[in-house]
């Protein structure tokens, strides 16, 4: 069975930083790139970032740019989000998925998803 499993998700202050990870099984993703996408409540899933599958290329969302950091441990088969200066804006639950494709920005494209995990930033 083929599994993303997000985990780093939680509360945190304005100002804040946590690390999302995102780990695959079931089979190798090394061949995968991978994204992040997020979803806030009554808002659509909106793209975060991008990780090409050998980690030479990377794109964030602009609102995202400079403070996110997209990053991948291929033994471990993991992709991380490093997420510093973080604003009530970044509240959502946030996504990891995989892809063979190069549109990355759209989710349509993504052939493996995680099941989430909740971030909070308090004001």
């Known amino acids: 069975q083929v599994q993303l499993v997000e985990s780093g998700g939680g509360l945190v202050q304005a100002g804040g930083s946590l690390r999302l990870s995102c780990a695959a099984s079931?089979?190798?993703?090394?061949?995968?790139?991978r994204g992040w996408f997020r979803q806030a409540p009554g808002k659509e899933r909106e793209f975060v970032a991008f990780?090409?599958?050998?980690?030479?290329?990377?794109r964030y969302a602009d609102s995202v740019k400079g403070r996110f950091t997209i990053s991948r441990d291929s033994a471990k088969n993991t992709v991380y989000l490093q997420m510093n200066n973080l604003s009530p804006e970044d509240t959502a639950v946030y996504y990891c998925?995989?892809?063979?494709?190069?549109?990355?920005?759209?989710?349509?494209?993504?052939?493996?998803w995680g099941q989430g995990t909740q971030v909070t930033v308090s004001s």
């Open positions: 998925a995989a892809t063979t494709r190069l549109n990355y920005s759209d989710a349509n494209e993504y052939n493996y």
């Open positions: 079931g089979r190798t993703f090394s061949s995968y790139s």
């Open positions: 990780i090409i599958w050998n980690g030479i290329i990377t």
